[in-house]
């Protein structure tokens, strides 16, 4: 015969099986919300797949630190450099170059584009400043006739390899020599002979100076590691991610793939690692005599 309920308080009856079914289910729950917390906590801590941006870890610290070695190692390198050519936005700069960390030099083909005009020519810089090859005329930074043709002239190139080539058959006295001004350009080029370095930095040191891992990103099929770049100051309340003017893009092995330098708010060069290990030697004119 069925029994009547047992109620609250009530002895259970001799023999009758407790309810283990219930505790094993709440502690099955407890379980599982403790799991699940843990892997939030693991998830959120630095270098461990946060989304968030975060001061580096010591493996994200020596990833960065390998970074100017390895493009010191992976030299001469093509680069294309691009940036706006003026304050508005309006037009763009395109450098086309092959740079030789060990010289300290690049060899390269420069283009200025806006709604009026193409000025296009040669350039060579190295850590003291810049030459412009002559004719054309116009350098870059200066403000040439405008005109209101498109097409280019006969000795114009277009790639890095037919830059070097051509800047290979000037002589010394065919440059003009300029030192840097502080003007985007000069920034941006000064910014890609300065890159690299012949030994890795301390990883240690960088990681006390503020950069941050900002996101993964994935170019031409390839996964990097975005970074900002040490920040020039301390501050607790400054935006960490807006601190630095410098962002790297760095793959797994610490090789450098891009590199964006904030020239004025909202305006960005960009310095693309092309190809690296290239045959294309930097040629010696506009340094060497004769």
Avoid: C
């Amino acid at each position: 015969m069925p029994q009547p309920p047992r109620k609250p308080g009530e002895p259970r009856e001799p023999g009758k099986p407790r309810e283990p079914g219930k505790k094993i289910w709440v502690a099955a729950i407890a379980a599982t919300t403790a799991l699940a917390g843990a892997l939030t906590a693991l998830l959120l801590l630095p270098g461990n797949g946060g989304t968030s941006p975060h001061p580096v870890s010591a493996d994200e610290a020596q990833r960065l630190a390998l970074a100017r070695f390895r493009a010191y190692e992976a030299s001469p390198a093509e680069v294309t450099v691009r940036l706006p050519a003026a304050e508005t936005g309006d037009g763009t700069i395109t450098v086309r170059a092959v740079v030789d960390h060990h010289a300290h030099r690049a060899v390269g083909a420069y283009e200025i584009v806006d709604d009026t005009r193409t000025v296009q020519g040669l350039l060579a810089w190295d850590q003291e400043g810049i030459a412009v090859a002559r004719p054309p005329a116009a350098a870059p930074g200066a403000e040439p006739g405008r005109t209101t043709t498109r097409t280019p002239a006969p000795d114009i190139v277009t790639t890095a390899a037919q830059a070097v080539r051509r800047a290979g058959t000037l002589k010394r006295e065919e440059w003009t020599r300029r030192p840097y001004s502080t003007a985007p350009l000069d920034r941006a080029l000064r910014l890609v002979v300065s890159v690299a370095a012949d030994r890795p930095d301390d990883a240690a040191l960088l990681a006390r100076s503020g950069p941050l891992w900002l996101r993964d990103e994935r170019l031409d099929g390839h996964g990097y590691g975005v970074f900002s770049g040490p920040r020039p100051t301390q501050s607790v309340s400054a935006s960490p991610a807006d601190d630095s003017t410098l962002t790297y893009w760095i793959d797994a092995d610490g090789n450098l793939r891009r590199v964006t330098a904030r020239m004025s708010p909202g305006h960005y060069a960009t310095v693309d690692v092309v190809a690296t290990r290239v045959r294309t030697v930097v040629p010696g004119a506009p340094w060497t005599k004769g």
